[in-house]
């Protein structure tokens, strides 16, 4: 007796492996169906049978719009069936996506996070009056507070000034400015009855029962 043994090694890769050799191999039967209405009938069972492969995604926005998607990328985009979607190109799947741009930051003062330069850029944007000064000084008090959340100890205001100097470009100079900042006590004493408020209201009373409080005991 012989047996035709088929070994995986053997046959063709499968294009996406999730589903299984069993969902490929009707695909591939469905590609090589005659008439056009026996492919739309069968294509549909297929992503029928698909979708209860993965039960676990029918929440997802778009669920049947991403089976018939894969229904088309399993057959190598040679299936002619009636999709209710667009029917996706091969060219658009090997598309290669746009290149991100790196954020903006100040690279040599990350512990004031990229919010400060934002800030900053929309000061910079504003006309010369007191409602500018005010926002300037509010930047200049956000920066001594990220600083201290970064060293713990106190800071110079010259330091503050250099440095909003520096991400200004040259623009901000508070550098011989006679206002004085927030003491770095008052904003790490704020800082700090924040974290103890914040772990009082997860605080939990503990509940005694009084039911045996006065319960003899021999």
Same mark, same amino acid.
């Not at 008090?141 to 100097?165: G, P």
């Given at each position: 007796?012989?047996? #035709?043994?088929?070994? %995986?090694?053997?046959?063709?890769?499968?294009?996406?492996?999730?589903?299984?050799?069993?969902?490929?191999?009707?695909?591939?039967?469905?590609?090589?169906?005659?008439?056009?209405?026996?492919?739309?009938?069968?294509? =549909?069972?297929?992503?029928? /049978?698909?979708?209860?492969?993965?039960?676990?995604? $029918?929440? /997802?926005? #778009?669920?049947?719009?991403?089976?018939?998607?894969?229904?088309?990328?399993?057959?190598?985009?040679?299936? #002619?069936?009636?999709?209710?979607?667009?029917?996706?190109?091969?060219?658009? !799947?090997?598309?290669?996506?746009?290149?991100?741009?790196?954020? =903006?930051?100040? *690279?040599?003062?990350?512990?004031?996070?990229?919010?400060?330069?934002?800030?900053?850029? /929309?000061?910079?944007?504003?006309?010369?009056?007191?409602?500018?000064?005010? !926002? /300037?000084?509010?930047?200049?008090?956000?920066? =001594?507070?990220?600083? !201290?959340?970064?060293?713990?100890?106190?800071?110079? #205001?010259?330091?503050?000034?250099?440095? !909003?100097?520096?991400?200004?470009?040259?623009?901000?100079?508070? $550098?011989? *400015?006679?206002?004085?900042?927030?003491? *770095?006590?008052?904003?790490?004493?704020?800082?700090?009855?924040?974290?103890?408020?914040?772990? $009082?209201? %997860?605080?939990?009373?503990?509940?005694?029962?009084?039911?045996?409080?006065? $319960?003899?005991?021999?």
């Amino acid at each position: 007796m012989t047996f #035709d043994l088929e070994y %995986n090694s053997e046959r063709p890769l499968m294009i996406i492996p999730e589903y299984g050799r069993h969902i490929q191999k009707l695909v591939d039967h469905c590609i090589a169906l005659e008439t056009k209405e026996e492919r739309d009938k069968m294509a =549909k069972a297929i992503v029928d /049978v698909m979708g209860n492969l993965q039960p676990h995604l $029918r929440d /997802v926005p #778009d669920f049947k719009h991403k089976l018939w998607d894969q229904l088309y990328i399993m057959s190598d985009f040679k299936l #002619d069936a009636e999709s209710p979607y667009p029917t996706p190109s091969k060219e658009e !799947l090997q598309e290669k996506p746009e290149a991100l741009a790196y954020p =903006k930051s100040a *690279s040599r003062y990350r512990y004031y996070g990229n919010n400060i330069q934002t800030m900053i850029d /929309v000061a910079l944007s504003w006309e010369e009056d007191e409602k500018k000064q005010a !926002l /300037v000084f509010t930047i200049a008090n956000h920066m =001594k507070k990220c600083y !201290l959340n970064w060293n713990k100890d106190t800071v110079d #205001d010259a330091v503050i000034y250099n440095h !909003l100097y520096d991400l200004s470009d040259r623009k901000i100079d508070l $550098r011989n *400015s006679e206002e004085t900042l927030a003491e *770095s006590k008052s904003l790490l004493k704020k800082r700090n009855s924040q974290g103890q408020n914040h772990s $009082r209201s %997860n605080y939990k009373k503990p509940h005694h029962n009084n039911q045996n409080k006065n $319960r003899k005991r021999y």
